[in-house]
């Protein structure tokens, strides 16, 4: 009964690769976020979604692209991996902002 | 830019003694809220406190906060060695729209409690 769940849990992939990692959430919630933990444990927010509408865009790549297609699943599609974007990707969800649920995190790893 | 800054970057403590962190920011807040995150794993939502609250509780945690000195404090009373792990601050802007639901962590602190 997981509330967040993102797959997969570990990644390793060569450079100029193009990879997913999938995220669903089965509280209910209204707002989902990708999270990019870098390895001084520094966390970023990359994407925000609410309701399946791309409301928050930090500045990231164009190689990232996030994908919706539901309230219950936020997915990140990276394309053209690049050594710099080994780091700990982490999806929450939210309902109308607040307290924030978070996955176990992916740790890619680009080699 | 980062917003919060947490103090001290790490801590090591004893069992049974208290831990105190804490958090400063830098804009105005909706709310902020701690997380914990153990080893290798995914933050869980401790507390949050709301822009116009000065103290919350929650078990064995005691949250402060001063939004006119832009800071917070984390208090765990009694630590155990299962309260290893490290603790971030996170605020929730004003703004709305763009910012909705926009967590801004801070750069955490290591606690370690030793049996």
């Known amino acids: 009964d997981t509330a967040v769940s993102q797959t997969p849990k570990y990644l390793v992939t060569q450079m100029g690769n193009d990879k997913s990692i999938k995220c669903e959430q089965n509280l209910g919630h209204d707002t989902m976020y990708w999270y990019k933990q870098d390895s001084k444990k520094f966390l970023k927010i990359m994407f925000s979604?609410?309701?399946?509408?791309?409301?928050i865009n930090e500045t990231v790549p164009n190689r990232f692209s996030p994908k919706s297609p539901d309230k219950a699943h936020l997915n990140l599609h990276i394309n053209s991996l690049e050594l710099g974007d080994s780091a700990v990707y982490f999806c929450?969800?939210?309902?109308?902002?607040?307290?924030?649920?978070f996955g176990q995190g992916t740790r890619l790893t680009v080699v | 830019s980062q917003q919060g800054e947490e103090d001290p970057q790490a801590l090591s403590i004893q069992e049974g003694e208290n831990a105190t962190m804490n958090c400063s920011y830098k804009t105005s807040i909706n709310n902020l809220q701690w997380y914990r995150q153990n080893s290798g794993r995914g933050l869980v939502h401790l507390i949050l406190?709301?822009?116009?609250?000065r103290e919350k509780h929650s078990g064995r945690l005691r949250v402060t906060l001063d939004t006119s000195k832009k800071s917070s404090s984390l208090l765990i009373t009694a630590s155990r060695a299962a309260d290893t792990a490290s603790y971030f601050c996170a605020t929730d802007g004003l703004g709305g729209g763009t910012s909705y639901g926009k967590l801004t962590f801070g750069q955490g602190t290591i606690l370690t409690v030793h049996p």
């Open positions: 929450a969800s939210s309902h109308q902002g607040g307290k924030a649920f």
């Open positions: 979604y609410n309701n399946k509408e791309l409301i």
């Open positions: 406190i709301r822009s116009n609250e």
